[in-house]
């Protein structure tokens, strides 16, 4: 009973922290684009993405690797298997020992290539300034990434929920703060730093203190083989991920401009702020999957095709009312956003991809078909590349949101084809509840549209919403008992 209180208070601490998280973001990005034009965007978002990039060369999946081998350690002590060997008996401590170990080479590594680079890519003094600055938050971010990791070993999401939010709120009040009195982009993504450096410390010190760990690296080599064998296969996975999401933002400045770049994220934004419903939603998933692979398989289908049905009744009418009011969504930021239309109304088509390539995923790791998975990534990345490669110098944002609606198509193409191999999908049940929710999707659209000049935004948008969900129940593309049936699955894995 105990263990299941855990997990519960765990859950509603993520759930929680996920959504203000996004909330805070969302808004921060909103009072940033306010006040800054497209080309200073841009620069501050390149700095960013580039970075981001290259701190996955510093985890590389140690992050997933110290939380399931700490959670099995427990509070454990003792020595080493041979690498590749399993073994219960290493402790928390020497796994973090050993991880800070492969950390610090990687970190400096890391920094000096992204140094290098953003030389020989003869950029100007000011995006190479934001650049280095941004690399300041990469190694803070990476280092408490791990540290996060190792507590959440310990069954603890609570103080990494807090800090999630605590860091979001920083970087939106130092921000608004050097936007207030007009600092410069220095000073705000300075913001940035200063809230990793507070993640980095506050993770750090519940290390020291809470679990009495200590933080001194071990260069022990059998230790550091063992978890880079463990870690390979994440690494991939996650280096793949981590390029095919933020390549984009860079192609874009190499290929167009700053402009483009700002253009852009207008789009990526609204995505990223809608991603915290299917990765809440797949949090639950994922266990329920894991646990009929083993127990019970012909559960699966019935509970993937409701999780596909239930991804798909939320992102397509979504996607189509941003479509629609792309215009009014605009004018929240400033005029000079205006060429952002095109590029949204673009992207918001690879956001019902996007969703529905969770439940996929999610299965293939539960099937234990996590090399299909990396090699589904990488065939994605090859194709994203060549796609921005081609698009971006001719149509320039909008180029980047085609690449990224082809390619999520790509994805979730590769992986549902091959869930269909593993499990017996509900082809024909899928398809009809597809073509409920368009028509549903369809008279809501008719609806906004109409009123997208008599009324409020938030007041169309709640009206359109309303419409869709008694629509949609009118058609029967969902019932009250296929909601309760999902979350009772849910219930009886923990």
Not at 171 to 193: E, M, N, P, Q, R
Not at 307 to 335: E, H, Q, T, V, W
Request: glycine residues 4%; charged residues 15%; proline residues 3%.
């Amino acid at each position: 009973m105990e263990k299941i209180a855990n997990i519960a208070k765990n859950t509603s601490y993520f759930t929680i922290a996920l959504v203000l998280q996004k909330i805070i973001s969302f808004t921060y990005f909103t009072i940033l684009a306010r006040n800054l034009i497209p080309e200073d965007l841009g620069k501050y978002y390149f700095a960013i993405s580039f970075t981001t990039i290259f701190a996955i060369f510093i985890d590389l999946g140690l992050a997933n690797i110290l939380t399931r081998e700490v959670a099995k350690a427990g509070l454990s002590s003792g020595g080493l298997a041979q690498a590749g060997d399993r073994t219960d008996d290493i402790s928390p401590q020497k796994l973090l020992s050993v991880a800070i170990a492969i950390k610090l080479p990687l970190a400096l590594l890391s920094t000096l290539t992204v140094i290098i680079l953003i030389n020989l890519l003869d950029y100007q003094p000011l995006t190479r300034l934001l650049v280095y600055i941004s690399s300041i938050s990469m190694i803070l971010d990476s280092f408490a990434l791990a540290f996060f990791s190792v507590i959440r070993g310990f069954h603890n999401l609570k103080y990494e929920s807090i800090a999630s939010v605590i860091f979001q709120l920083i970087a939106l009040v130092i921000g608004v703060t050097a936007l207030k009195f007009d600092l410069g982009l220095t000073a705000v993504i300075s913001a940035f730093a200063l809230a990793s450096l507070f993640s980095f410390t506050f993770s750090l010190l519940l290390l020291k203190f809470r679990w009495h760990l200590s933080l001194k690296p071990l260069y022990d080599r059998t230790a550091i083989k063992w978890l880079a064998v463990l870690t390979l296969p994440f690494a991939l996975y996650a280096v793949f991920q981590r390029l095919y999401t933020y390549l984009d933002t860079v192609f874009l400045s190499l290929l167009a401009d700053d402009r483009q770049v700002g253009l852009y994220q207008i789009a990526f934004k609204i995505i990223l702020a809608f991603q915290f419903l299917p990765m809440a939603f797949t949090a639950s998933l994922y266990p329920a999957f894991a646990s009929y692979w083993q127990k019970n398989r012909k559960q699966l289908p019935v509970t993937f095709e409701r999780a596909m049905k239930y991804l798909m009744i939320i992102s397509i009418p979504i996607s189509a009312g941003i479509i629609i009011l792309a215009g009014r969504i605009i004018l929240l930021f400033r005029p000079e956003y205006e060429a952002a239309v095109p590029p949204l109304r673009l992207a918001m088509v690879s956001l019902v991809f996007l969703f529905l390539n969770f439940p996929p995923g999610a299965l293939l790791n539960a099937c234990d078909c996590q090399k299909i998975n990396t090699r589904h990534m990488a065939i994605t990345l090859i194709a994203s590349i060549i796609l921005n490669i081609t698009l971006i110098p001719k149509f320039g944002a909008a180029g980047a949101s085609l690449t990224l609606v082809l390619s999520s198509l790509v994805l979730f193409t590769l992986n549902f084809l091959t869930v269909r191999r593993i499990i017996a999908t509900k082809d024909k049940s899928l398809a009809l509840t597809f073509l409920k929710i368009m028509l549903s999707t369809t008279l809501m659209a008719a609806l906004i549209y109409i009123l997208k000049s008599q009324l409020n935004i938030f007041i169309n948008v709640i009206i359109g919403g309303a419409f869709y969900f008694g629509a949609l129940y009118l058609f029967r593309g969902f019932r009250k008992e296929d909601v309760a049936s999902i979350f009772l699955s849910f219930k009886k894995t923990i």
